[in-house]
């Protein structure tokens, strides 16, 4: 099983990699993908490179024929028609996940290295009340880089808001509580959230992994034809939010 479909519900397709599949990456992308990077570092280039093939590898799993994935004007990922998906990449670690736009209204995932957060970043991308269960959840679970888990909770938001809003989503517009037992999290809207077949969302709930090098969080919105539920998310965040 890929590490990446440990948060992932039946219906979506992942492939991952744990390198880089070429030193030339124009030779796996496609022509208009090429200028995109052609200025970056390598290690950008191929990083780029690298998670496209995992992602033309998911969609055509899902029978879709490989094609240039372009990003929009903030960066996201152009999906071929029918399909929605989401790319990550860390150090020594790159996926893609795909599925069908009928089934699956948006998705996001991330990767992170499970080390804690660069000193100051927690203070930037958190809320107070985050910083609460982080410090209860640390003493308690010191195997899990919590102030990580919730940096990549966060990013999988965003990458799961903006395809469907189109707006940013500041790391502070948005509530997250993560559970040590089920392995999931929810995450409260603090602004006006997006409509998704007719209903407005208050929130999105997410499932997180941790190994021993990799923080791993997906995020997947239900599509009109979902087949059947997602596995159970409990999240409920239980005593983690008791004020010190
Ligand atoms: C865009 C962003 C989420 C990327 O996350 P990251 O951890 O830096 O990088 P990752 O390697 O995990 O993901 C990068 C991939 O995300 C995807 N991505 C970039 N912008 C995106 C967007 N607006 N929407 C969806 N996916 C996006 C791309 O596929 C990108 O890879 P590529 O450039 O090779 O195609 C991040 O840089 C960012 O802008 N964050 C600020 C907004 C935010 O996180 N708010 C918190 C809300 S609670």
């Not at 596995?231 to 983690?240: A, E, G, H, I, M």
Request: aromatic share 6%; charged share 25%; proline share 10%.
């Amino acid at each position: 099983m890929c590490v990446i479909e440990r948060v992932l519900p039946a219906g979506v397709v992942a492939e991952e990699s744990f390198g880089d599949a070429s030193h030339d990456p124009a030779s796996v992308l496609f022509p208009e993908e090429v200028p995109l990077v052609a200025r970056a570092v390598p290690k950008r280039q191929r990083e780029f490179a690298t998670v496209r093939l995992c992602a033309r590898r998911a969609l055509g799993r899902l029978g879709i024929a490989p094609a240039p994935l372009l990003p929009d004007r903030r960066g996201a990922p152009q999906w071929p028609h029918g399909t929605v998906g989401s790319m990550t990449h860390c150090d020594g670690y790159r996926a893609a996940v795909a599925a069908r736009s009928n089934e699956v209204a948006s998705i996001g995932i991330d990767a992170e290295p499970n080390g804690p957060l660069p000193d100051g970043v927690l203070d930037i991308v958190s809320l107070p009340r985050e910083r609460v269960w982080i410090r209860a959840l640390s003493a308690h679970r010191p195997e899990v880089c919590w102030d990580r888990l919730l940096f990549s909770a966060k990013e999988s938001v965003f990458k799961t808001w903006y395809p469907l809003t189109g707006r940013e989503l500041d790391f502070t517009e948005a509530e997250l509580y993560a559970d040590p037992v089920s392995a999931t999290f929810a995450a409260r809207f603090l602004v006006s959230g997006p409509v998704v077949d007719g209903r407005r969302l208050s929130g999105f709930s997410g499932r997180w992994a941790v190994g021993a090098e990799l923080v791993v969080t997906a995020i997947t919105v239900r599509g009109p034809s979902a087949p059947a539920p997602p596995r159970s998310v409990d999240v409920t965040p239980r005593n983690l939010l008791t004020d010190p």
